[in-house]
């Protein structure tokens, strides 16, 4: 190992700890904060995310990249990926003051604390001084940047490495071309009997339930834990520390698909190569490859013929008042009820993408100053109205109901639905190279798809940018031809539709 590359790792090591510990705060804060410690928090998060910034745009770093040079390292090697993710992310920071970006962590901060209040008091004036605050950060922020055909794109590839507006509009277009009729379609048809979903369900036995399910997944007591909170999320302090979140509700049994949903994202961070250790590289590659794994686990896993013939008879057991009496061709039909519904996380799968598409819209609104925030409610709602013929009651099932836009995460929704599509892609893959695949997961062999998934994507982290890992794990770059034929099915087989 040359001088420059031992620097390189050490002060690669030391961002890494410190955007860890920035993680750590914010699991927290969403977790086991009391509401008067936000200020306090926000100051400490800034000031961490101030440091974090400094060094991995700073002098040192900048001279040891150029001693290294652009060909130092064998083409693949974890040493030429170190390199190459170390470059992109000091360029881009080098654009942002420090000072910019400790302002940007501090108000994330801030609008998270104001979510809690404003959805708890369903008023969203509580909210909308911090979005416009957020509004005017990040177009500080795409200022900093001079190559971009849309200003949007600056805040997608903070989380899509290279994916372009353009691109995810194109992608969007085609399906909303072919979802918003296969809803209308779905409900001319037969309704689906789910009336036995809405009753009360014990959370305590959810929660036994969820984490019966998890342990057989690959959940260790030693490595992960699963916590409470409002707005379900995964943190990974490292890839032995995994951080599941979720919201059991006495109304319904979405929690345990969040537990699923959870446990896709924090199998990625567990899965990550342990070479990867402590450098940039040892992370999921990009937040729609992350959205994809949650989304197999949840929805093409989770809500399968195949995982509940294994499972079902266990959820009987924890719930023979409400279930005793129901067959599993029931449960399953009512589980993939599809109808169009006002809360995004407890959508269904062929509704799901429309919540994603409307904010989409509304965020190239925001970011463009063609929608000033004061008016968003009003265009949240009619968005609502046009693609899911639904109005909200409130801001708290509409407009606020996610904390996304007070956290300042603009650019982040889009990964939601590209996830949804890549999911498909890589499930038809598995599908096709695991023998016996539907015949394992019945017999509760679930083993065979968490390995195929981590030699396929998870061990590689970032060492490969999002496009390369697509082509290599999925076979092609984003298609959402296979999805919307998964979905057709799924409708034809829930809903009784023709395929």
Not at 168 to 191: G, I, M, N, Q, S
Not at 354 to 366: D, G, P, S
Not at 449 to 456: G, K, M, P, S, T
Not at 458 to 487: C, I, K, N, S, T
Request: net charge negative; glycine share 6%; with cysteine.
């Amino acid at each position: 190992m040359t001088p420059p590359f031992r620097r390189l790792r050490e002060l690669m090591a030391q961002l890494e700890d410190l955007e860890r510990v920035g993680g750590l705060l914010s699991w927290d804060q969403e977790t086991k904060l009391p509401r008067a410690g936000a200020e306090a928090r926000a100051e400490q998060r800034a000031t961490i995310e101030r440091l974090a910034h400094e060094l991995v745009g700073g002098d040192e770093l900048a001279r040891v990249l150029d001693e290294l040079g652009d060909d130092s390292f064998e083409s693949g090697s974890l040493e030429a990926a170190l390199v190459r993710v170390a470059r992109r992310d000091h360029e881009k920071a080098r654009r942002v003051p420090a000072r910019l970006r400790a302002d940007m962590t501090r108000a994330s901060a801030l609008g998270i604390a104001a979510w809690w209040e404003a959805h708890a008091r369903d008023d969203y004036r509580l909210l909308l001084p911090h979005l416009e605050r957020q509004l005017e950060l990040k177009r500080r922020y795409v200022e900093c940047f001079d190559r971009f055909d849309d200003p949007y794109d600056v805040l997608l590839d903070d989380y899509e490495e290279d994916m372009k507006t353009e691109k995810v509009a194109e992608v969007f277009a085609v399906l909303k071309r072919e979802l918003v009729p296969l809803v209308a379609e779905v409900a001319a048809a037969e309704p689906v009997d789910d009336s036995f979903l809405h009753r009360k369900w014990d959370r305590e036995a959810q929660r036994s339930f969820s984490l019966g399910v998890l342990e057989r997944l690959g959940f260790e007591p030693t490595s992960w834990r699963l916590d409470d909170t409002q707005h379900p999320f995964t943190a990974a302090p490292s890839s032995r520390d995994i951080r599941l979140t979720t919201r059991f509700d006495s109304e319904n049994i979405h929690g345990i698909f969040s537990c699923l949903h959870e446990f896709g994202h924090g199998l990625y961070e567990r899965q990550v190569g342990e070479e990867l250790a402590r450098t940039p590289l040892a992370h999921g590659a990009s937040s729609a490859l992350h959205e994809s794994q949650s989304r197999i686990w949840e929805n093409l896993f989770g809500r399968s013929r195949s995982f509940w013939s294994y499972f079902y008879p266990r959820l009987q057991e924890k719930f023979p008042a409400a279930l005793g009496r129901v067959d599993e061709e029931k449960f399953y039909r009512g589980i993939n009820k599809i109808e169009p519904s006002l809360i995004r996380i407890d959508a269904d799968e062929v509704t799901y993408n429309l919540h994603i598409i409307l904010r989409f819209e509304l965020e190239r609104e925001l970011v463009a100053g063609d929608l000033p925030a004061h008016e968003l409610p009003d265009a949240f709602d009619a968005k609502m109205d046009e693609y899911l013929r639904l109005r909200p009651p409130n801001v708290s099932r509409g407009v606020i109901q996610d904390m996304h836009w007070a956290e300042g995460m603009l650019g982040h929704f889009p990964t939601y639905s590209l996830g949804n599509v890549i999911s498909v892609q890589l499930w038809e893959r598995a599908r096709a190279e695991i023998p016996d695949f539907d015949d394992r997961i019945e017999h509760g062999e679930f083993a065979p798809l968490r390995d195929w998934l981590r030699e396929r994507l998870h061990r590689f982290g970032r060492m490969l940018p999002p496009r390369e890992v697509r082509l290599l794990a999925a076979g092609a770059d984003v298609d959402p031809g296979p999805y919307l034929a998964y979905l057709r099915r799924k409708a034809a087989d829930v809903a009784g539709l023709s395929p």
